[in-house]
């Protein structure tokens, strides 16, 4: 088939989030089984026109309507067969959103759904014109299922779950590599060897609603109630006010003493990210939101087979399991966060139990199945 992938954040950019991994992972993988890619992408874009045999035509500006007239006339010149829109409210300006149901009625399309609705009320309308537009409908997580089940029940049967992958795939153990590139991140606080303390991690973009508060909080009861010394990896940036964000997190950390066990890494290469993952003891993502499936930082700590101590989720996903595959406290306060940690640090058994069980999740969200489910859906509906 020949696809059009549609998604303004496409890395290599300046500004990429986990909806942008998403979308470069699975267009690989369908350009793995044959397919062949032309992905319409923001300016931001910093990559090459053709990568591999997919083909990355750049749309400069902010997407309004003009936007979509050029994704349109792109679609018709390249003669494309299918359509997928990357969605989620906050990649579109309203002008685009608006207009968008014109592309997906002109071509067979699908739409790839990250979050419905969110950022004010037109995205309600919007979401409905949309979902009503689109000849399929990917929900790629269990809230959005939740949302189309719950109010757009009419969508249900054009609507299929496929799930999100790891945006960072394990190419490390726990071995001597590993190790190295984990003293080197500790190395520049002083301490003597890897070995001889616990290391914990957070990977994911900084921004609101990663629940950085309630964790520096958890670390600083952590250091009060625990003799044993600790490191604690903040792995990532942020996205537009990275530098305000950062310095506000790193301030509130110096306030809580955690100066030398807290280490902002930044941006790091896969390969260093990886290394740290499989390095860690522990990994904690204790999202404002609880924890979901849309989340590509929690597949990444799944796919390397680690303890994860998380926040309860608010939808339910039937294949997170509490104490099995992951930990989160009853409640959403510091203290109790700072308990669940300190259950997984203490118990080597537990956490033996948690990573097994983070093992056998990871299956559910292969990369290559994936992408075959979406070329099924994608075919079914250039076939209709």
Sequence with gaps: MKI??????????????????????????????????????????????????????????????????????????????????????????????MALPVLLKKFPSTISLHTLWGGGRINYLIALRLTLAAGAIISTNSEVSYLINRFLPFCRKKTSFIPIGANIMPEHGANAESDAITGRCIASLGTASVADISVMVFFGMIYSGKGLDLLLDALHMLKTKQKKDFRFLMIGGGISDVAENLEKHRERARKLGLEENVIWTGHLPEKEVSALIS???????????????????????VAHGKAV????????????????????????????????????????????????????????FDWDVIAKDTAVILRQVKDA
Aim: hydrophobic share 40%; proline share 7%; aromatic share 8%.
């Design 4 to 97: 059009t992938i549609i998604s303004p954040e496409y890395p290599p950019a300046r500004i990429e989030g986990g909806i942008s991994h998403y979308t470069i992972i699975l267009a690989k993988r369908l350009e793995n089984l044959g397919h062949e890619i032309m992905v319409i992408a923001g300016d931001s874009y910093t990559g090459p026109a053709k990568d591999g045999t997919i083909i990355v035509n750049k749309i400069p500006g902010e997407w309004r309507a003009d936007a979509l007239k050029e994704c349109i006339k792109q679609v018709t010149q390249s003669a494309m067969d299918v359509v997928n829109v990357q969605y989620s409210p906050a990649m579109y300006k309203t002008e685009f959103k």
């Design 279 to 301: 390095r860690s003891t522990l990994v904690v993502l204790p999202y404002d939101g609880g924890v979901s499936d849309r989340r590509g930082s929690l597949m990444a700590a």
């Design 309 to 364: 101590v998380t926040t309860p989720p608010r939808v339910s996903i039937p294949y997170f399991k509490n104490g099995l595959n992951m930990l989160w406290p009853d409640q959403v306060t510091p203290d109790s966060l700072c308990d669940s940690i300190i259950q997984v640090m203490s118990d080597d058994v537990f956490r033996r139990r948690l990573e097994q069980g983070a093992k056998a999740l990871a299956s559910f």
